[in-house]
């Protein structure tokens, strides 16, 4: 097969696709990736073929000029639509019609249109078999219809764009005929029609959709699915000789991301607060800090080791429990090969619906990031490292993740799909 990936430039959504990516190429088939020109280096620095498609552009900055009272932290959460997710109280067709129409006008077109046009002329030139386009890269369908191929969603989050899709849909055939308005399905139906098909669902949440989470986290959608269990992946890594051994007490990991930082936004919580809370214990946190916010600090206690970058999944691998933001790679990485117990303090995009989910599960606690105190740092940690429940259902998360199709097994899904297609066709 011929398999395009489509990505918006956002480091944090294209790590999640490289290992797919990577199990495609090593069963034979041709693998390029597109997304925008600056982009480039990230993919080819992670062995992938890159497709420079459109023109660059900033979408932080298009987002603040789309939005003045936008930073990037905004609120706690989903956006609107997508945060009836959160609250189901909002599933009102007024409140997500005029939701879908703010974040196609300020978020999903300016994010998309540079790339689109250029994407099309080159999956019409090439001809792939199969698109897999990450949730927010519209592109991808538009491309994938334009040129007939098979085409789905490869998910870096919980599926709030799903989810929040069914329940606007089913919204929607309760509405009078006249009035049955879909911003979404009108902005896509207007590329579908420019290169000479009509809109399908399909343009909005795939003709399918490989999810990454285990079925105890994932959104509950009647979605066709492809299961794909979590590989991680977190860019060009050097593993230090400090982490060659096991610690002589107990670690704590404590990592924020690298998004925020990325986007020149600071830390939601006080690191210095939760590393003070923390100095007198018997442990050794090591703080997978940036730069940026390490110079911030005033102090760094005895029992903390502060690194820019260190690869999660061999620091999972020495670790007791962890504190973090709740990111998608973040948790499965440290659920994915260890049994290691979560402190999640979320604040972000699907964050708080992930933690919710993860700690119904078990395996984990949940401090919002906007109330995480040095104190509630604390009292959460110790939790974890003291009550066996944790590790416990640490290690039924692992289980259900190991029992998850692997990526061989999810190529050879992918492979039927479009052999399928191709004899219906």
Known sequence: MRVLFVANPEKAHVL????????LRTAGHEVRFASTPWFADTLTQAGLTAVPVGRDSDLWDQLRRAMPEWEYRPEFGLPAPYDVVQDPAKADFAQLRDGYDHIVQSWHRPACFPMISSLVEFARAWQPDLVLWEPLAFGGPVAAEACGAAHGRLLWSYDAFGETREHFLRLKEQQPEGERVDPLADWLGGYARKYGGEFSESMATGQFTVDQLP??????TALPKVRMRFEPYGGPAVVPRWLWSAPARPRVALTMGVS?????????ISVQDVLDSLADLDIEVVATIAESEQAKLQRVPDNARLVSYVPLQALAATCDAVIHHAGFGTFLTMARHHPVPQLLLPWDFDGPVLARKAQEQGGSLVVRA??????????GLLRLLAEPVFRERAEALRAEIESTPGLHRVVEQLEELVAARRAAA
């Open 16 to 23: 999640a696709m490289v290992p797919l990516a990577w199990a």
């Open 215 to 220: 079925e105890s986290l994932a959104a509950e």
């Open 260 to 268: 925020a930082t990325d986007h020149d936004a600071g830390y939601t």
């Open 370 to 379: 906007d109330r995480a105190t040095g104190a509630s740092v604390r009292e």
